[in-house]
T-cell receptor
Framework: AQKITQTQPGMFVQEKEAVTLDCTYD???????LFWYKQPSSGEMIFLIY??????QNATEGRYSLNFQKARKSANLVISASQLGDSAMYFC???????????FGTGTSLTVIP | DGGITQSPKYLFRKEGQNVTLSCEQN?????MYWYRQDPGQGLRLIYY???????QKGDIAEGYSVSREKKESFPLTVTSAQKNPTAFYLC????????????FGPGTRLTVL
């Protein structure tokens, strides 16, 4: 089974609007971390936000927030007030417990329309 | 500035040749990783290393080899045994104690002619 599933290959959003990128995960480990990365056309992966499985609050970093629904095993990324520079690929990832390996989804391509 | 460098940015090789991709970090991170990215797919782990002189295979290690002789360096060799080596290769590092997220280099795009 896939550890991380991103079901939206491509998304469009109007500039200044909010957008939600979906991510579901699969693990039986009670301790895990969830990550979102942005990959612009240049190729480099940029870390955006982290959510730990024991964190009580949803993570927020500036215009990025993570809608963490533990029972549903979902960790959706919300980008508020979209900007043209947000156009990129977005990847959800997970690390289980104290393991070394990170599992990545297939990504969502976001296009911000002026 | 602390960070991860990968060289070269673009690399071309003839079929049947081995090629080595460079990855250097000055973040004093213990763990280093190599990923392969193909169009429409996420990142797939090739190899990772927790400490100097130690490394483990990832999900797609066949046809690749690595070394970790220094903490700062984790070169990846793509051998002629790798059947479809054309891809984008990303190197990452992470602090071992208390390290959370991975930090990535700019990537190397390898094309086999």
């Amino acid at each position: 089974a896939q550890k991380i599933t991103q079901t939206q290959p491509g998304m469009f959003v109007q500039e200044k609007e909010a957008v939600t990128l979906d991510c579901t995960y699969d693990t039986s480990d009670p301790s895990y971390g969830l990550f979102w990365y942005k990959q612009p056309s240049s190729g480099e992966m940029i870390f955006l936000i982290y959510q730990g499985s024991y964190d009580q609050q949803n993570a927020t970093e500036g215009r990025y927030s993570l809608n963490f629904q533990k029972a549903r095993k979902s960790a959706n990324l919300v980008i508020s007030a979209s900007q043209l520079g947000d156009s990129a690929m977005y990847f959800c990832a997970m690390r289980e417990g104290t393991g070394n390996q990170f599992y990545f989804g297939t990504g969502t391509s976001l296009t911000v329309i002026p | 500035d602390g960070g991860i460098t990968q060289s070269p940015k673009y690399l071309f090789r003839k079929e049947g040749q081995n090629v080595t991709l460079s990855c250097e970090q000055n973040l004093n991170h213990d763990a280093m990783y190599w990923y392969r990215q193909d169009p429409g797919q996420g990142l797939r782990l090739i190899y990772y290393s927790q400490i100097v002189n130690d490394f483990q295979k990832g999900d797609i290690a066949e046809g690749y080899s690595v070394s970790r002789e220094k903490k700062e360096s984790f070169p990846l060799t793509v051998t002629s045994a790798q059947k479809n080596p054309t891809a984008f290769y990303l190197c990452a590092s992470r602090a071992w104690a208390g390290g959370r997220e991975q930090f990535f280099g700019p990537g190397t795009r390898l094309t086999v002619l």
